[in-house]
């Protein structure tokens, strides 16, 4: 009933869309008071479809950033102070201690 009076009151500033949802939920409602158990058997159902394909486009949108991740190199940052290639600053040791007589700051 909510949403049926926020579209009215909103009018045509809102579109007709939450009038529209706002009958549709509440002929839901009203089937949903006169027949809870099969209801009840209707939305596990649609439930149940809803998360298989929201499941299947999660695993296609995580491929696709993950393609394209890949064709945009990433993975290579460019470090101030490090050298083309060297894994290591040059003002650290090999371990990536800093270098005898550096002071740490923080």
């Known amino acids: 009933m909510l ?15 939450p009038i529209v949802f ?4 509440l002929a839901a409602g009203i089937v949903v008071i006169s027949t809870p158990v099969s209801s009840v058997t ?14 299947l486009l999660e695993m296609a949108g995580a491929f696709a950033v993950r393609h394209a991740s890949r064709r945009a190199g990433a993975g ?14 040059a003002s650290a040791g090999p371990d990536g201690s800093p270098a005898a007589g550096q002071k740490v700051q923080g």
């Open 3 to 17: 949403a049926l009076l926020a579209g009215i009151s909103i009018g045509r500033a809102g579109g007709w869309w």
């Open 76 to 89: 290579q940052v460019s470090v101030p102070g490090q050298r083309a290639g060297d894994g290591t600053s």
């Open 42 to 55: 209707v939305l596990a159902t649609l439930m149940g479809i809803w998360f298989v394909v929201m499941g």
């Open 22 to 25: 706002g009958i549709i939920s």
